[in-house]
């Protein structure tokens, strides 16, 4: 008997080695924040992060945060520019650019096709690049995209002054946007667990967890996940008929997929099976949320990781990004910021 296989998608990258599980994430510092997304370290090296629909200012570790802006929509993106510029977006695909004391400025627009900003970049202090993951406010993206085929993302660079222009197209829920060395923009894709060229190049692939925002460093690059890319889903993607009837019959907060928190319930399906020992949920239990950032070199291959397992509580890591030093990191479950040190995750 002869199996044909159902997807030529390279194999996926083992927890192993120096991806093997520890627990970094659930050892590191916190900062409690309310519904934390998204970070960005200003121009003069004040530390911006999202908290709902406003963005805090931090000027030192262990200080007292300070409200910078409130915006009108929850904050689902930021990024600033070395000439003192803080690019804002918002959901449903809002973008606004202000200084860095927070005030507004005239000419961006975003366009009206854009359904998320769930990324942003600076390519230069008047134009901004924005990632639309494809799927507008209130639509449950973690649950859709593993299910979807549709390459509906793209990434859009917005001028001060001009016409938007499409940079990527055809992109299957893109979450992060990087600048390479050679000033060319990495794209990070959720669904497909892989780093892409805006021309469809691929950079790397096969990442363990669903990749969200990925950010350059001194030493190459550091990639925040959302999720663990569980086995099960894997394979039902080769399971049509199975895959059609959940689309169908249930709503997908309760589809077999990642999940953004550690929780359980008796209402999910599979409720997932041995995950506790003599009421005790063990780290290696089966999990569809967890936490995971990845160090990469600059080639994108993975040097040294971090974890928050099946028992831990600091999962799905939206952003990251290196402050004074330090590698921060947002864990949307736990709704911290943490602090895993100064250096190299390797070190």
């Given at each position: 008997m002869f199996f044909a296989r159902k997807r030529s998608d390279p194999p996926a990258m083992t927890l192993e080695g120096v991806l093997g599980p520890n627990s970094r994430?659930?050892?590191a510092a916190g900062m409690q924040v309310s519904a934390p997304g998204a970070l960005a370290v200003t121009a003069q090296g004040q530390l911006l992060f999202s908290s709902g629909s406003a963005v805090q200012r931090l000027r030192a570790w262990g200080g007292k945060a300070e409200r910078w802006a409130e915006f009108p929509a929850r904050v689902t993106a930021l990024a600033c520019s070395p000439g003192g510029r803080v690019a804002v977006g918002l959901e449903g695909g809002g973008l606004v650019v202000a200084d860095e004391a927070g005030r507004l400025l005239d000419g961006w627009t975003a366009p009206a096709d854009l359904l998320s900003?769930?990324?942003?970049l600076f390519l230069s202090e008047d134009e901004v690049a924005v990632v639309d993951n494809g799927y507008g406010a209130g639509e449950p993206f973690l649950?859709?995209?593993p299910w979807d085929d549709a390459a509906r993302g793209k990434v859009v660079a917005i001028a001060r002054a001009g016409a938007p222009r499409v940079v990527a197209?055809?992109?299957?829920?893109?979450?992060?946007?990087?600048?390479?060395?050679?000033?060319?923009?990495?794209?990070?894709q959720l669904e497909r667990a892989n780093i892409v060229a805006p021309g469809g190049a691929l950079l790397q692939s096969g990442f363990p967890g669903y990749p969200g925002r990925l950010r350059r460093t001194e030493t190459g690059y550091v990639l925040a996940c959302l999720s663990r890319r569980d086995p099960l889903v894997e394979f039902l993607k080769t399971e049509r008929d199975f895959v059609a009837e959940m689309k169908a019959r249930i709503e997908p907060r309760h589809w077999i997929g990642p999940r953004?928190?550690?929780?359980f319930?008796?209402?999910?399906?599979?409720?997932?099976?041995?995950?506790?020992l003599f009421g005790e949920v063990k780290?290696?239990?089966p999990s569809f949320s967890y936490g995971l950032v990845?160090?990469?070199?600059?080639?994108?291959?993975?040097?040294a990781s971090a974890h928050s397992r099946a028992n831990g509580a600091r999962h799905a890591i939206s952003d990251v990004c290196v402050w004074n030093g330090a590698l921060l990191a947002v864990s949307s479950a736990s709704g911290e910021i943490l602090n895993l040190g100064v250096g190299s995750l390797a070190a």
């Open positions: 994430l659930d050892e900003a769930t990324d942003c649950a859709l995209a197209g055809g992109l299957h829920c893109p979450m992060g946007v990087a600048q390479t060395r050679a000033g060319e923009l990495a794209i990070s953004a928190n550690p929780e319930s008796h209402d999910f399906p599979i409720e997932l099976g041995a995950a506790r780290p290696w239990a990845i160090e990469l070199s600059d080639h994108f291959v993975p040097v």
